[in-house]
């Protein structure tokens, strides 16, 4: 997309730049939402500023998945999410209907669009365990 092009050289800027691809925004756009959320240049993103600026930008958590002491949390702080049993990204992708998703994974996140993979920061292992996931 449009989005992966412009992207600047930043470090720890997944969430940034999954954002941008998942709902269609500029990655300043996306950059300037997180800073707001409260994320801070060149530092990770928390959980919580993520979630904050993925349903500001009309993104939904859709699921939690597995048992990890991180998807507990997460579904204490989200009961109104499903919670299920933990999924690769390889078996993510064939259930996974068209559409533009964000996966969130211990320390990364990055963007899917109609089954394809968005993560500017290399290629991801079909195995790699999904801990969330947001619709756009």
Do not use: W
């Not at 449009?2 to 930043?10: A, F, G, Q, S, V």
């Not at 993520?50 to 048992?67: D, L, N, P, R, S």
């Not at 259930?95 to 969130?104: D, H, I, Q, S, T």
């Amino acid at each position: 997309t449009k989005n992966l092009k412009t992207i600047r050289k930043e470090k720890n800027d997944c969430a940034v730049k999954a954002l941008a691809v998942a709902a269609g925004i500029t990655y300043d756009e996306a950059h300037g939402l997180l800073a707001k959320c409260g994320r801070r240049i060149g530092r990770r993103s928390s959980f919580d500023a993520m979630h904050e600026a993925y349903t500001e930008m009309g993104g939904v958590m859709k699921a939690i998945f597995g048992k990890t002491i991180n998807a507990k949390c997460l579904a204490m702080n989200h009961p109104d999410v499903p919670t299920t049993d933990g999924i690769i990204l390889s078996r993510l992708l064939e259930e996974l209907p068209k559409g533009r998703f964000v996966c969130v994974m211990r320390g990364h996140a990055f963007a899917i669009v109609n089954n394809q993979v968005y993560n500017e920061g290399g290629s991801i292992e079909g195995n790699t365990r999904i801990a969330a996931i947001y619709r756009f």
